[in-house]
């Protein structure tokens, strides 16, 4: 018997996972070296004609599946059959109707919610369990089943006489001769009638098994080599022992794999230490191989380990996807070496990207919500070496940590193309704003930089601060949403009186307090290039709020001033309307949720009078009541500039909104106004829809939550703009 033919009977039987071999095998394993697609077309009517017996488990990753499709999303896949490849218990997921985290009105959405990956290697999109009709079998013993269960015995049998060569019948004829006498060496006679045989040893079987893979023509029929059972393991096992490359090219070519690209992200099951094995074997040996994509598989660091020697030793390969695993830091950081040692990129970025964004609500879609972990930035910052052409790296909203910051970093202190860098919501803390702040030092062309709610406290602020005082090229920082205190605000102030570039700084949600706002508003005094400033949120009073507004009052480039949500009262509202008089810069201005009352609004109505370049004030969310609305309104009528104005939530009540009805009878330059829940009841809003039939330039109105106004007042206002084209009205 020819050596060829004593390996396709043993691969037969070991794909099929039996130890006994069948007559109907002998003939398989002849047609599968001279007529490959015949066996094919057989075996896939065989499982087509094979109906699902009822299983009453829960399906699970391995299962046969056929799709049955009872939403309406998934009919594209109804009556195609595959394999489950994900579940609930390895991929996090969010509705499948309403996209948010779990939803109780739609229940029956996420309840246990599958992915299938069919024949053609395509993945379908999360499956509803009432969507699926499982077998409770892997494809491999579905497929021995529905073999058994049909009439192929008979077709196999056919297709040998009209399509094998006379050699090869002749071969078969003399292998049953011969083992019905026990005369055939490595094989043994188990039973005469049926036929029924067996290698002498199984490790025979798994040694010729493993030879046939490396030979051409051999094509793999149910599970690919990435999800194989433990029964594969001593069959990998000395294939991996072959001399040269031809057991990782054959296993490549018997899963029907071709070109040099393999997506297996998502896709390793079985027997662990036996897909590792098969990992390194087509990574070492597939000398086509050029992308291998292993992303979203939990390997750990025990398959980093395996992995490291196929990726020191391999030639070809380029690109190597390692993101979102169970790495640890000591793994990734082995596998970066090797990466960079090698040029294998590891992170699943290309070398001609410009833009990388890979923060949590682009790298995924919506149903995939796992994030970046510190392992995953070691890679990426590894990569980065290799990328001249980038210039913008997001990571927002992942979970890198101060390990993976400091990779980040040291990547920055190299990398001369990376000009914007988002690492917002990784929980960088204190360790991970000092390295960032290390690299800045000498980093020549990041010019911005969002590390917003990072748990960065003032230790990790004054390092910043420290950099600013050198880094001659960042124009925009935002610290938004951290834990910045008193110290912390006092070294970024420091820093603001030397530092030369920077244009925008966010220090939005922090703990600045008055302090605080004191030592930026001394900054503010000498600073020549801060432009847009943000402090909402930061427990200012109006003692931090007079200060900032005595800066005002010298400052030549401060054009955004942001304040929402502090304390500055009517005092600190006077001080500013009193720079806001000789100001000459500042154009947009938020006051918003300050509990500045009447006496407050009435100030900086004075100041609208006579300032002749803020074009937005907000105002919302304030208690300036009828009296600060008539104040306002009285300046409208004068102030030549002002184009937006947010009085919102005020209680302006009826007399307010009358007020400013007046103004905007002859106002020419206010095009946004916002009214929303203030009480104007029903007079008011008829007063406003007056004054819209004589104003011509205002293009948007929000007078929402004015409940009191009623059917009547919302007729009147709607009436007056009806014909008025493109006007936004919000009623």
């Given at each position: 018997m020819r050596?060829t033919?004593?390996s396709?009977?043993?691969?037969?039987?070991?794909?099929a996972?039996?130890?006994l071999?069948?007559?109907?095998?002998?003939d398989?394993?002849?047609?599968?070296?001279e007529?490959?697609?015949a066996?094919?077309?057989i075996?896939?009517?065989?499982?087509?004609k094979?109906a699902?017996k009822?299983?009453?488990?829960?399906?699970?990753?391995?299962h046969?599946?056929?799709?049955?499709?009872?939403?309406?999303e998934q009919?594209e896949?109804?009556?195609?059959r595959?394999?489950?490849?994900?579940?609930?218990?390895?991929?996090s997921?969010?509705?499948?109707?309403?996209q948010?985290e779990?939803c109780s009105?739609h229940?029956?959405?996420?309840?246990?919610p599958?992915?299938v990956?069919f024949?053609d290697h395509?993945?379908?999109?999360?499956?509803h369990?009432?969507?699926?009709?499982?077998?409770?079998?892997?494809e491999?013993a579905f497929?021995?089943?529905?073999?058994?269960?049909?009439?192929?015995?008979a077709?196999?049998?056919?297709?040998?006489e009209?399509?094998?060569?006379v050699?090869?019948?002749?071969?078969?004829?003399?292998?049953?001769?011969?083992?019905?006498?026990d005369?055939?060496?490595l094989?043994?006679?188990?039973?005469?009638?049926?036929?029924?045989l067996?290698?002498?040893?199984?490790?025979?079987q798994?040694?010729?098994?493993?030879?046939a893979?490396?030979d051409?023509g051999?094509?793999?029929s149910?599970t690919p080599?990435w999800q194989?059972?433990?029964?594969?393991?001593?069959?990998?096992?000395?294939?991996?022992?072959?001399?040269?490359?031809?057991?990782g090219?054959?296993?490549?070519?018997?899963?029907?794999?071709?070109?040099?690209?393999?997506?297996?992200?998502?896709?390793?099951g079985?027997?662990?230490?036996?897909v590792?094995?098969v990992?390194?074997?087509?990574?070492?040996?597939?000398?086509?191989?050029r992308t291998?994509?292993?992303?979203q598989?939990?390997?750990?660091?025990?398959?980093?380990?395996?992995?490291a020697?196929?990726?020191l030793?391999?030639?070809?390969l380029?690109n190597?996807s390692?993101?979102k695993?169970?790495?640890d830091?000591?793994?990734a950081?082995?596998l970066?070496?090797?990466g960079?040692?090698k040029?294998?990129m590891?992170s699943?970025m290309?070398?001609?990207q410009?833009e990388?964004k890979?923060d949590?609500?682009r790298?995924?879609?919506?149903l995939?919500?796992q994030?970046l972990?510190?392992?995953d930035?070691?890679?990426i910052?590894s990569?980065?070496?290799?990328?001249?052409?980038?210039?913008?790296?997001e990571?927002?909203?992942?979970e890198?940590?101060?390990?993976g910051?400091?990779?980040i970093?040291?990547?920055l202190?190299?990398n001369?193309v990376?000009?914007t860098?988002?690492?917002?919501?990784?929980?960088i803390?204190?360790?991970g704003a000092?390295?960032?702040?290390?690299?800045?030092?000498?980093?020549?062309?990041?010019?911005?930089?969002?590390?917003t709610v990072?748990?960065?406290?003032d230790?990790?602020a004054?390092?910043?601060?420290?950099?600013?005082?050198?880094?001659?090229v960042m124009t925009?920082l935002?610290?938004?949403?951290n834990?910045?205190?008193?110290?912390?605000?006092i070294a970024i102030a420091?820093?603001?009186k030397?530092n030369a570039?920077?244009t925008?700084?966010?220090?939005?949600?922090n703990k600045?307090g008055?302090?605080?706002?004191?030592?930026?508003a001394?900054?503010l005094k000498?600073?020549?290039?801060?432009?847009?400033?943000?402090?909402r949120r930061?427990?200012?009073?109006?003692?931090?709020?007079?200060?900032i507004a005595?800066?005002?009052?010298v400052?030549?480039v401060v054009?955004i001033?942001?304040?929402?949500?502090?304390?500055?009262?009517d005092?600190?509202?006077?001080?500013i309307?009193e720079a806001?008089k000789?100001?000459?810069?500042?154009?947009k201005l938020w006051l918003s949720?300050?509990?500045?009352?009447?006496?407050?609004?009435?100030?900086?109505?004075?100041?609208?009078?006579?300032?002749?370049v803020?074009?937005t004030?907000?105002?919302?969310?304030n208690?300036?009541g009828p009296?600060?609305?008539i104040?306002i309104?009285e300046?409208?009528k004068?102030?030549?500039?002002?184009?937006?104005?947010?009085?919102?939530?005020n209680?302006i009540g009826?007399?307010?909104?009358?007020?400013i009805?007046?103004a905007l009878?002859?106002n020419a330059?206010l095009?946004k106004?916002e009214?929303?829940?203030?009480?104007?009841?029903?007079d008011?809003a008829k007063?406003?829809?007056e004054?819209?039939?004589v104003?011509?330039?205002?293009?948007?109105?929000d007078?929402r939550a004015?409940?009191d106004?009623?059917?009547?007042?919302?007729?009147?206002?709607r009436?007056?703009?009806?014909?008025?084209?493109?006007?936004?009205?919000?009623?």
């Amino acid at each position: 018997m020819r050596r060829t033919s004593r390996s396709a009977i043993f691969f037969e039987a070991h794909v099929a996972q039996r130890r006994l071999i069948e007559d109907r095998q002998l003939d398989e394993a002849a047609l599968g070296l001279e007529a490959p697609e015949a066996l094919a077309q057989i075996r896939a009517e065989a499982v087509a004609k094979m109906a699902f017996k009822p299983f009453g488990g829960r399906a699970a990753i391995g299962h046969y599946v056929e799709v049955t499709a009872t939403l309406e999303e998934q009919c594209e896949h109804e009556g195609r059959r595959g394999v489950i490849t994900a579940d609930d218990e390895t991929d996090s997921y969010d509705c499948m109707e309403c996209q948010c985290e779990i939803c109780s009105e739609h229940a029956y959405a996420i309840a246990r919610p599958y992915r299938v990956t069919f024949a053609d290697h395509t993945m379908s999109q999360w499956l509803h369990p009432s969507s699926l009709r499982s077998s409770g079998l892997n494809e491999t013993a579905f497929l021995q089943r529905a073999m058994d269960a049909s009439a192929s015995e008979a077709a196999v049998r056919v297709a040998c006489e009209a399509r094998l060569s006379v050699a090869l019948r002749e071969a078969l004829r003399t292998v049953r001769e011969r083992v019905l006498v026990d005369a055939l060496p490595l094989l043994s006679l188990w039973q005469s009638e049926p036929l029924q045989l067996q290698s002498s040893h199984l490790s025979f079987q798994e040694y010729f098994a493993a030879i046939a893979l490396c030979d051409e023509g051999i094509e793999l029929s149910g599970t690919p080599p990435w999800q194989w059972p433990a029964w594969w393991a001593n069959t990998v096992k000395l294939g991996a022992e072959i001399p040269g490359d031809r057991f990782g090219r054959g296993l490549l070519r018997a899963a029907g794999v071709t070109g040099d690209t393999l997506d297996l992200s998502r896709k390793l099951g079985g027997d662990r230490p036996t897909v590792r094995r098969v990992l390194a074997a087509v990574v070492a040996n597939a000398s086509e191989l050029r992308t291998l994509d292993l992303s979203q598989n939990k390997l750990d660091a025990e398959d980093a380990r395996a992995l490291a020697p196929a990726l020191l030793k391999t030639t070809a390969l380029k690109n190597c996807s390692l993101l979102k695993n169970s790495l640890d830091v000591e793994s990734a950081t082995m596998l970066a070496k090797i990466g960079a040692e090698k040029g294998i990129m590891l992170s699943g970025m290309r070398r001609d990207q410009t833009e990388a964004k890979l923060d949590s609500q682009r790298l995924q879609p919506k149903l995939d919500s796992q994030r970046l972990q510190p392992a995953d930035a070691i890679l990426i910052g590894s990569d980065l070496q290799f990328m001249a052409v980038v210039t913008e790296l997001e990571l927002g909203g992942n979970e890198i940590g101060d390990e993976g910051a400091k990779a980040i970093a040291e990547a920055l202190k190299v990398n001369a193309v990376v000009t914007t860098l988002v690492l917002s919501n990784n929980s960088i803390g204190d360790e991970g704003a000092k390295a960032i702040a290390e690299a800045l030092k000498v980093n020549a062309v990041v010019t911005t930089l969002y590390l917003t709610v990072n748990n960065i406290e003032d230790e990790g602020a004054k390092a910043i601060a420290e950099a600013l005082k050198v880094n001659a090229v960042m124009t925009t920082l935002n610290l938004e949403g951290n834990k910045i205190g008193v110290e912390g605000a006092i070294a970024i102030a420091e820093a603001l009186k030397v530092n030369a570039v920077v244009t925008t700084l966010g220090l939005y949600e922090n703990k600045i307090g008055d302090e605080g706002a004191q030592a930026i508003a001394e900054a503010l005094k000498v600073n020549a290039v801060l432009t847009d400033l943000e402090l909402r949120r930061n427990s200012i009073g109006d003692d931090g709020a007079k200060a900032i507004a005595e800066a005002l009052k010298v400052n030549a480039v401060v054009t955004i001033l942001f304040l929402p949500n502090n304390s500055i009262g009517d005092e600190g509202a006077k001080a500013i309307a009193e720079a806001l008089k000789v100001n000459a810069v500042v154009t947009k201005l938020w006051l918003s949720n300050n509990n500045i009352g009447p006496e407050g609004a009435i100030a900086i109505a004075e100041a609208l009078k006579v300032n002749a370049v803020m074009t937005t004030l907000g105002l919302n969310s304030n208690n300036i009541g009828p009296e600060g609305a008539i104040a306002i309104a009285e300046a409208l009528k004068v102030n030549a500039v002002l184009t937006g104005l947010d009085l919102d939530d005020n209680n302006i009540g009826i007399e307010g909104a009358k007020a400013i009805a007046e103004a905007l009878k002859v106002n020419a330059v206010l095009t946004k106004l916002e009214l929303y829940r203030n009480n104007i009841g029903v007079d008011g809003a008829k007063a406003i829809a007056e004054a819209l039939k004589v104003n011509a330039v205002l293009t948007k109105l929000d007078i929402r939550a004015n409940d009191d106004m009623g059917d009547a007042g919302k007729k009147a206002v709607r009436d007056a703009v009806k014909d008025r084209s493109g006007f936004d009205l919000m009623l």
